[in-house]
């Protein structure tokens, strides 16, 4: 395993499948990876404050791009 891997590894943490409506399914996903990610960030020594910013400023990027399908009639 090469150190690059080692690393990701420390950071992914897998949420269980089994037992989860598809909302909470993907609800449960996004808190870890969220949670995965401050983690990360506070290790190479972001303050809470960077952290918070970043995230919020991805995440409104994120909702400001979504464009849902529109069903056919």
């Known amino acids: ?3 690059d891997e080692s690393e990701h590894d420390m950071f992914v943490t897998e949420f269980p ?4 409506g598809i909302v909470d399914y993907l609800q449960g996903r996004v ?26 400023a ?5 909702i400001d791009n979504f464009e849902p399908e529109s069903k056919s009639p």
Do not use: R
């Open 1 to 3: 395993m090469s150190n």
């Open 17 to 20: 499948k089994k037992g989860f």
């Open 31 to 56: 808190h870890f990876s969220l949670m995965d990610q401050m983690k990360l960030m506070h290790k190479s020594g972001m303050t809470k404050i960077q952290i918070k910013e970043t995230i919020l």
């Open 58 to 62: 991805s995440v409104t990027e994120i």
